[in-house]
Every structure is written in structure tokens, then in C-alpha cells.
């Protein structure tokens, strides 16, 4: 499976600020995908994002909220913008494995919104 | 909709039992399934990919009831390493790989 990194590990920010999450792959990928994951709570997918075109939103997330970039087949990031303690989670890249549509994770950003 | 169901648990067993988690789909069209594992604090690991045919990776077995919508784990001769919350996973069909995930199971083997 591909090795995945994730900047930060960890944050705490003010409410209204915005912060940015890089996911790392060491090697190309076609599919990328950002989930949250809220405390005590499973995995809820954010969006796919796509290398060369907009990403693509799941339902209840938006791009002025949750803006993306997908500049090439292994970098992506995602910001939180206009941060609220709601926001407070854990936000995970994963990747797409070569065989069965299996995914792997990266090790995952926890935020703490204040 | 498209969900997944997972036993709400939590388990508690002592070492060396044999413990079974159950998991229900809501799409007979769904297309992958897995189990996925996740320590506190951490992502979730792929267990193991679940196929129609039932697969088995050393003292876990992993079967797929397509009619009735169902998966299954089952761990035996549990260790204290196996703690952890064991998420049901399913993709729903379609070329774009996105996964629904269980609420989880949360195990805790006991010496």
C-alpha cells in the first residue's frame, strides 16, 4: 500500500480563522478522498478530489467551506475555512489501492476549534 | 439511502475467546465490502477485503451473504492486541470508490 503523510498532525485555532491540511502519497494515485471524522463518530466522506478539475462534494459539504486542491497525482489539500468549534474533528486523506477498491489512510489531522 | 449497520457493542471478552461482529447493508447493489480496524487515536487499517466466497486471514474469517445483505467477522483465539473498534465498510457500487462506513464496533479483550 502507498505511504501517506499528512500535515499538521495536530492543530488548535481560533474560531473564524481557516487552516489547511496537506496529505502527502508517496507515490501517484488516481483517487483521493477527504473524510471528517467528529468525536466519537465514524468516517463521513467529504469529497473526491480530482487532479485537474474541481472537487467533487458530498452532500451537507461545500467548496467555500471545505475548498480543495488536487495539483497532481500524489499532493492534495484540503482547508477548513471560517472555523467553528463544530468543526473540531479528525480530517483523514485516503487513497484508492490497485485491487478491489480498497482504501488506505492517512494518519489523520486533529483539530480543535476554540 | 445507502447505510450501514454494525452491531453498537461495546464487546467485552477475555483472552482466547472467539467473538463475532455482524454488519447489514441497505443496497443489494453494493459492489466492495472490507472490514476496516482502528486504534484509539489512530486511522483505520484494512482488515480484509470480503469477498463472496468468504475469505479467512489466519484466526479472522470474514464472510458476505449478498441475499440477505449481511457480512460477518469473526476473531478466534482473541488477543489483548486485537482491541480495537472493527468498522464495516461498504462501497455502493459505480466507478467512484466512495466507501460508507459503519458506526463501528468497539472490542476489548481482556486478560
Known amino acids: 500500500s502507498a505511504v501517506i503523510s499528512q500535515k499538521p498532525s495536530r492543530d488548535i485555532c481560533q474560531r473564524g480563522t481557516s487552516l489547511t491540511i496537506q496529505c502527502q502519497v508517496d507515490?501517484?494515485?488516481?483517487?483521493m478522498f477527504w473524510y471528517r471524522q467528529q468525536p466519537g463518530q465514524s468516517l463521513t466522506l467529504i469529497a473526491t478530489?480530482?487532479?485537474?478539475?474541481?472537487?467533487?462534494?458530498e452532500s451537507g459539504f461545500v467548496i467555500d467551506k471545505f475548498p480543495i486542491s488536487r495539483p497532481n497525482l500524489t499532493f492534495s489539500t484540503l482547508t477548513v475555512s471560517n472555523m467553528s468549534p463544530e468543526d473540531s474533528s479528525i480530517y483523514l486523506c485516503?487513497?484508492?489501492?490497485?485491487?478491489?477498491?480498497?482504501?488506505?489512510f492517512g494518519p489523520g489531522t486533529r483539530l480543535t476549534v476554540t | 439511502r445507502k447505510e450501514v449497520e454494525q452491531d453498537p457493542g461495546p464487546f467485552n471478552v477475555p483472552e482466547g475467546a472467539t467473538v463475532a461482529f455482524n454488519c447489514t447493508y441497505s443496497?443489494?447493489?453494493?459492489?466492495?465490502f472490507f472490514w476496516y480496524r482502528q486504534d484509539c487515536r489512530k486511522e483505520p487499517k484494512l482488515l480484509m477485503s470480503?469477498?463472496?466466497s468468504g475469505n479467512e486471514d489466519g484466526r479472522f474469517t470474514a464472510q458476505l451473504n449478498r441475499a440477505s445483505q449481511y457480512i460477518s467477522l469473526l476473531i478466534r483465539d482473541s488477543k489483548l492486541s486485537d482491541s480495537a473498534t472493527y468498522l464495516c465498510?461498504?462501497?455502493?457500487?459505480?466507478?467512484?470508490?466512495?466507501?460508507?462506513f459503519g458506526k463501528g464496533t468497539l472490542l476489548t479483550v481482556n486478560p
Open positions: 507515490s501517484q494515485v488516481t483517487m
Open positions: 470480503v469477498y463472496s
Open positions: 465498510v461498504v462501497n455502493f457500487g459505480g466507478s467512484n470508490y466512495k466507501l460508507t
Open positions: 478530489a480530482n487532479q485537474g478539475s474541481e472537487a467533487t462534494y
Open positions: 485516503s487513497v484508492v489501492g490497485r485491487l478491489n477498491y480498497e482504501q488506505y
Open positions: 443496497n443489494s447493489a453494493s459492489q466492495s
